[in-house]
Structures are given as structure tokens and as C-alpha cells.
């Protein structure tokens, strides 16, 4: 009777599935989480203040300057086609670099890529305004804000969207649906404070720009210098935590890409 079970497998122990490994980064969420919604509010108010100050040009909202760039092409407005689209360009390259430094760095990504932020948003006040086509003042802070999206990732090893709620609110909306089905990702229920982070942030950044004009990137630039600082400390006072490290692939690699063991 045994033999029989094991030749139909009848006689086999069930073996269920391993779970997924975390790939979030960094691994403990008592940081990521934290560190995510400030880092929200950052990109909300420098999306505002540069909405504000460079005519409806969005610092970190693509989509919409993707809407402004068809809108320009279909009027032959030649000069905005241009505005935008280099703008598109340089939040694109900021975020291969930040997935680049990201790789390269290991568990000290958090601190090199806030740092890096934080000089990004105040050097861009340094920077020559440029022309109307080629706003030279403003590509620092969309080259910031670029890099912001390779600095967290979730548990399936994705970007975390910190610069743009659109992924924010459909993630929130599947997530609701997921939650009904029992097949809810861990994840699901911080799309809405990341909405509320950065909906907070754009607030912040319309008033401090109503009050101090371009000199308000000032106040994202010191918040990203904070961040980063705290990075730093946790980096050398605590090495291998997880805290600021975690064992993951690049952000947003193939689910069987190498592991990068950010942590020993």
C-alpha cells in the first residue's frame, strides 16, 4: 500500500509554495515608510514651486508634461515642443543614473542619492535661468527628482512612486479590489499616505512660493539634506542594518535578476 502511494504520489507530503523574497529596500519598513512619505512631500512641493515658477512646467509629473508636450506639437508651438520635452529627457536620465548609483553603492544608496538630492534642489537656484526652450534653472530640480525614484523599493522589488500619484491612487483602487479577493499586497495601504504626503507637500510648496518665490526650493533642498543626514548616521552607526540596507535587485530589474546583498 505504501509502494502504491509512493509510485501515484498519493503518499507524497503536500509541499506548498514558498513565499516571494522581500525585495524592499531599505528591508525594514519602520524606515522605508517614514523616509517614503517625507520623501513625497518633497517631490509635491518642488513640483509646485517649479510649477509655479517656470509657467505650468512640472518638475515631476511627466504625465502631465507628456499632455503639454501633444498639446504644443499639435499647435506647432516649436519652442514649448522643446521645453518639455527636454524636460521629460532629464527626469528620465535622472532616474537611469539613480538606478546606476543605486546598484554601484549598495547600503549606502539612501545616503548617496538623498545627499545628492539635496545639492541637486539648492544648486539648482546657481544655475543660469537659460531661455524659454531650454529652462536651465529648472533641470537640476527635475534631475533631483529623477534620482528620487530609484531610492525605495516595496517588497516586490519595485520603485516606490514618489514623485506622482497616479500609480498611488491605482495601486490604492486594485489594492481595494485585491482586498475584497483576499489577495491584498502587503503594500496596498501605504498608496494612501503617499497621496496625502505629497498632495501635503504641493500645498506646502504653493504658499512658501507665494511667500519667497524661487527661494522656496530652499525648504525641499534642507528636507532632502535632513533626510540624508539621518541616512548617513544610521549608515555608520548602525552598518548592516536593515534599517538602511536591505538584499535586493536593482530597482525595478528582471524578478530573477542577481540579488544585490546591500547588508553584509
Known amino acids: ?9 498519493l503518499g507524497t507530503p503536500e509541499h506548498k509554495p514558498e513565499p516571494p523574497a522581500d525585495k524592499s529596500f531599505p528591508a525594514d519598513p519602520r524606515s522605508r515608510i517614514p523616509f517614503a512619505i517625507a520623501l513625497a512631500m518633497l517631490a509635491g512641493c518642488a513640483d509646485s514651486i517649479g510649477f509655479l515658477e517656470f509657467s505650468q512646467l512640472f518638475m515631476s509629473f511627466m504625465s502631465g508634461n507628456t499632455t503639454r508636450f501633444g498639446v504644443a506639437v499639435a499647435n506647432a508651438d516649436w519652442e514649448n515642443v522643446t521645453r518639455v520635452a527636454s524636460t521629460i529627457c532629464i527626469f528620465c536620465f535622472g532616474a537611469f543614473l539613480g538606478t546606476l548609483i543605486a546598484a554601484w553603492v549598495g547600503r549606502w544608496r539612501l545616503a548617496v542619492l538623498l545627499t545628492l538630492q539635496a545639492l541637486l534642489l539648492a544648486g539648482g537656484l546657481l544655475m543660469p535661468w537659460g531661455t524659454f526652450a531650454y529652462p536651465l534653472h529648472a533641470y537640476p530640480i527635475v534631475l533631483a527628482l529623477g534620482l528620487q525614484n530609484a531610492t525605495l523599493q516595496d517588497e516586490g522589488g519595485r520603485s516606490i512612486a514618489l514623485t506622482y500619484v497616479t500609480g ?9 479590489a485585491n482586498l475584497l479577493l483576499g489577495t491584498v499586497a502587503p503594500s496596498f495601504w501605504i498608496q494612501a499616505p503617499l497621496w496625502a504626503g505629497l498632495s501635503t507637500g504641493a500645498v506646502l510648496g504653493g504658499l512658501l512660493d507665494l511667500r519667497y518665490g524661487e527661494s522656496a526650493f530652499l525648504f525641499p533642498a534642507a528636507l532632502a539634506a535632513i533626510l540624508a543626514l539621518i541616512a548617513i548616521a544610521l549608515t555608520i ?3 548592516g ?9 536593482a530597482p525595478d530589474a528582471n524578478p530573477k535578476a542577481a540579488v544585490i546583498d546591500a547588508i553584509h
Not at 1 to 9: C, E, I, Q, S, V
Not at 168 to 176: E, N, Y
Not at 241 to 249: E, N, Q, R
Open 1 to 9: 500500500m505504501a509502494d502504491y502511494g509512493n509510485r501515484t504520489g
Open 168 to 176: 498611488a491612487v491605482v495601486r490604492f483602487g486594485t489594492g481595494c
Open 237 to 239: 552607526a548602525r552598518p
Open 241 to 249: 542594518s536593515t534599517l538602511v540596507a536591505g538584499s535586493s535587485p
